[in-house]
């Protein structure tokens, strides 16, 4: 059973940084570790709906991110750890939010379809971001 695990949230104010984690555990059905084709960041704001934040794919590490935090926000990987980073940088009020990591199994798919909740398999109980003006 896989289990994801985000932490580094917090209370900072407009500007500020944070760095969030996503650890990963367990092992997947195959009975491979958690190296998903793409772990996911994402994020849902007090009365809307769940939204992409970004995204890196497991073996190579290309990343792709939501306009709206593009040039803010980066995605690493720590592949030992099996364990996503999300540097958020230059925050702002309408980055707070619950933030999740979710892992995808699926293969093959564009960065567009991945942008979609339902592609991901695997998710963590989130970790809250509150940004203050």
């Known amino acids: 059973q896989v289990q994801l695990v985000e932490s580094g949230g917090g209370l900072v104010q407009a500007g500020g940084s944070l760095r969030l984690s996503c650890a990963a555990s367990?092992?997947?059905?195959?009975?491979?570790?958690?190296?998903?084709?793409?772990t996911g960041w994402f994020r849902q704001a007090p009365g809307k709906e769940r939204e992409f934040v970004g995204g890196?794919?497991?073996?190579?590490?290309?990343?792709y991110y939501a306009d709206s935090v593009k040039g803010r926000f980066t995605i690493s990987k720590d592949s030992a750890k099996n364990a996503v980073y999300l540097q958020m940088n230059s925050l702002k009020p309408e980055d707070t939010a619950l933030y999740y990591c979710a892992g995808s199994t699926e293969t093959g798919l564009s960065w567009s379809a991945l942008t979609g909740e339902s592609r991901y398999g695997y998710w963590g109980q989130g970790t809250q971001v509150t940004v203050s003006s």
């Open positions: 367990g092992r997947l059905s195959s009975g491979l570790p958690p190296g998903f084709i793409v």
């Open positions: 890196i794919t497991w073996y190579i590490g290309n990343t």
